[in-house]
């Protein structure tokens, strides 16, 4: 008798969930970076760190993908991601008063829940390419707007548990969003997984290496992640500071704001997919983001400057997903590895986005005004690189 086919229903359904885990394990801790200062006595040096403890790790575990999750199996590393991030959270919780070092303890955990966001990272949109979806495109765009509603479900859920309880049961809320990927890893034991291309049919890594498209691609991801970052990462500082608004209401006016229109941007393009051509949409997306950065660093008006912040989340929103998806397309043989690789380039951009519009700022006396209004640069790449694929780009670069 024929089986019937299954749904994979369930498995884009935990794929969004993984994303809202993803967007907990990079968002949760910058909340209690004051509160973890004061209890445990650390410097700025210190929570710094953190941050970049984090951010090395998952370009780490993006570059060990490319080569290592085929192997592995993506059910194996993906049920394993969401043990990693459960038990950082867990560690968030619990270590800092548990070893003789606060510190190390919250060090070890930020590594632990890292790497299983660096593997969420690479696993996630490959999986759902994978899927039997109608519109690939769509799929992707959705899938990415669970991202922006993790984020924002972070700020104002750990908000009001502190404003409920207090701040000091921050390690019963850190345990309390553990749930979240232990739930998420049984999930993914349970739904079908397919991949995206065979491993004997996959392009090897050094032809990947070797494809003009890859490199025009990259460039893209690095862009993308650049221009989401040099806003959202500096938009409650902005707020408070160029802004002077306070530090309540910056980071509600500032990065809660930026993630909900991301969202919509998400989701709005989800719909919009198939009456559009993917590289005009982007490259439309790129000259709003470049007027919404103008709007924040140039007009005389907070309320104008703040509008161009928010639009600035609107206008980046399709172009994390639509590289992908661009990716997915034109190299559709390029399965895990084009994946990690691309990931491995957005966290560069996420990096470098908002390294320097911080040192442009503080060049110009801590003038944030000054670093967004450089920051243009990066959507101003975005938009001739599309351009270049929409008007003739694709006969000159090697596909497979």
């Given amino acids: 008798m024929k089986q019937p086919a299954p749904s994979f229903r369930g498995t884009i359904l935990a794929c969004y969930a993984g994303y809202i885990t993803q967007a907990v394990v990079n968002n949760f801790l910058p909340l209690l970076f004051v509160t973890l200062q004061t209890a445990f006595s650390l410097s700025l040096a210190q929570i710094t760190l953190l941050v970049t403890v984090n951010f090395i790790t998952q370009l780490f575990t993006d570059l060990l993908s490319a080569k290592h999750v085929d192997r592995m199996g993506y059910r194996v590393s993906v049920v394993a991601a969401h043990v990693l991030c459960c038990v950082g ?196 997306c790129a000259l709003l983001c470049i007027a919404s950065y103008l709007m924040a660093a140039l007009l005389p008006h907070p309320v104008w400057n703040l509008l161009g912040c928010g639009l600035t989340g609107f206008a980046v929103g399709v172009m994390w997903p639509g590289t992908f998806s661009i990716a997915a397309a034109r190299l559709p043989k390029g399965g895990t590895a084009l994946f990690a690789l691309l990931a491995l380039f957005g966290d560069l951009g996420c990096s470098a986005g908002p390294t320097v519009v911080g040192f442009v700022s503080g060049a110009a006396g801590d003038n944030l005004k000054a670093g967004l209004l450089v920051a243009t640069v990066f959507p101003l790449v975005i938009l001739l690189g599309v351009t270049g694929l929409r008007h003739g780009a694709r006969r000159n670069l090697s596909s497979c």
């Fill in 89 to 284: 959270l867990v560690g968030v919780g619990l270590l800092p008063r548990l070893l003789p070092s606060a510190y190390l303890g919250l060090l070890l955990s930020v590594v632990v829940y890292a790497v299983g966001g660096g593997l969420i990272e690479v696993l996630i949109s490959p999986i759902v390419e994978a899927c039997p979806t109608e519109n690939k495109s769509a799929a992707m765009s959705l899938l990415h707007s669970f991202y922006c509603w993790g984020c924002v479900a972070v700020i104002l859920l750990t908000t009001a548990a502190f404003t409920l309880f207090g701040r000091d049961c921050w390690p019963y809320v850190a345990c309390c969003w553990a749930l979240l990927p232990a739930v998420n890893a049984v999930a993914f034991t349970r739904v079908p997984i397919r991949r995206t291309v065979e491993r004997e049919e996959q392009l090897p890594l050094g032809s990947l290496l070797k494809n003009g498209l890859f490199w025009l691609l990259a460039l893209l991801m690095a862009c993308a992640g650049a221009s989401e970052l040099a806003m959202s990462q500096w938009a409650s500082a902005f707020a408070e500071k160029a802004l002077h608004m306070s530090k309540t209401v910056g980071d509600l006016a500032g990065p809660c704001f930026f993630a909900v229109l991301m969202g919509m941007a998400r989701v709005i393009h989800a719909k919009l997919t198939g009456r559009v051509q993917l590289e005009r949409y982007m490259a439309l």
